[in-house]
């Protein structure tokens, strides 16, 4: 439809006479136009305005979220490292058993568990987003990885051996594997600076700390084969378990078996003293495997006296 000229009527209350004022299209157009873009742009400025606060709010629990997502990472981070703590002290317990069952020592590149092959993924959308916190938190899932695969290795290990010992339990009996007399170590297996003579000598045990007449007791079961005094060594009892084991116990204040006696795992066989060349009240306690000394540390499962 065109749009025509337009003829205004002003008729004040006050007079009978009528006032006329003729508007061109024109000045209808402009102001049906100026109306249009007021209101548009009054609608626009409420609109942008809505925009923002909702960015702004949007912005606040993002950086609230990023905040307690870092905090959680944090604990979880800390749990890792208490869990491969753990594993660590599984890994060695684990080495120790699987000796006592006979079986070869895991090597150290076999216990590192490693894998071949990388592959991002949807990851580098996360790096893109949040670098810092995307390298912790990959970090930290490799690190999980890691730790499972450890403890797959362990358990597979420990399968092996429980399937060895089962295989062999007559054998089982015959190893050392407790800790003879209750005290704490002074002296451990290998170099050391004798305490008497102060010279470099190779230490073929351990020194048990222990008090006067403590019991010691066989670590597994064998036929008593000395009881007698040796230089340096004072009273010695010696017990060969078979398979090649033999352990000796030495500084002893009385022997409770004689030669020839069969023993099991937890009987008396002397009592702790200080005979011999020695500083004080002590268990020198040696293992010797096919005739060559070897760690005692290696055989005992447990540091605990029955």
Same mark, same amino acid.
């Given at each position: ?12 209350? #006050? ?21 249009? %873009?007021?209101?548009? %742009? ?13 960015? !702004?709010?949007? +912005? ?23 869990? #491969? %703590?753990?594993?660590?002290? $599984? ?11 006979? $079986? ?33 938190? !990959?970090?930290?899932?490799? =690190? /999980? ?37 209750? %005290? ?5 297996? @290998? &170099?050391?600076?004798?305490?008497? +003579?102060? /010279?470099? =000598? ?19 079961? @064998?036929?008593?084969?000395?009881? &007698?005094? =040796?230089?340096? !060594? ?14 000796? !116990?030495?500084?002893?204040? &009385?022997?409770?078996?004689? /030669? ?24 020198? +306690?040696?293992? +010797? ?18």
């Amino acid at each position: 439809m065109r749009l025509k000229d337009w003829t205004v009527l002003v008729i004040p209350h #006050d007079e009978f006479q009528a006032h006329r004022f003729k508007v061109s299209r024109l000045v209808i157009l402009s102001l049906m136009i100026l109306v249009l %873009g007021s209101a548009a %742009g009054v609608s626009y400025m409420v609109l942008s305005s809505s925009a923002k606060n909702f960015d !702004y709010l949007r +912005y606040i629990n993002l950086q609230r979220e990023n905040r307690i997502l870092t905090q959680k990472l944090g604990d979880v981070e800390s749990k890792i490292e208490n869990m #491969d %703590g753990q594993i660590v002290g $599984l890994m060695e317990e684990n080495q120790r058993f699987r000796s006592v069952a006979g $079986l070869e020592l895991l090597d150290e590149e076999i216990r590192e568990v490693g894998i071949g092959g990388t592959f991002m993924g949807a990851r580098e959308e996360l790096l893109e987003i949040n670098t810092s916190l995307a390298r912790r938190l !990959y970090s930290k899932d490799e =690190q /999980v990885d890691v730790l499972l695969r450890k403890s797959a290795l362990i358990q597979q290990s420990l399968e092996e051996a429980i399937a060895s010992i089962e295989s062999s339990q007559e054998k089982w009996g015959h190893y050392p594997s407790i800790i003879p007399a209750k %005290g704490y170590i002074s002296s451990y297996f @290998g &170099k050391r600076n004798h305490p008497i +003579y102060h /010279v470099s =000598q190779y230490h073929n045990g351990i020194d048990i700390s222990c008090a006067a007449g403590d019991p010691i007791i066989a670590p597994a079961a @064998g036929k008593i084969v000395l009881v &007698k005094q =040796q230089i340096g !060594y004072g009273l010695t009892v010696a017990i060969d378990h078979g398979y090649g084991l033999l352990t000796r !116990y030495a500084h002893c204040s &009385k022997a409770e078996v004689r /030669v020839g006696q069969q023993v099991k795992r937890g009987d008396l066989i002397a009592q702790v003293g200080q005979s011999g060349i020695t500083t004080g009240p002590n268990l020198h +306690y040696e293992v +010797y495997l096919d005739g060559r000394a070897r760690d005692p540390m290696s055989f005992i499962l447990d540091n605990n006296v029955p």
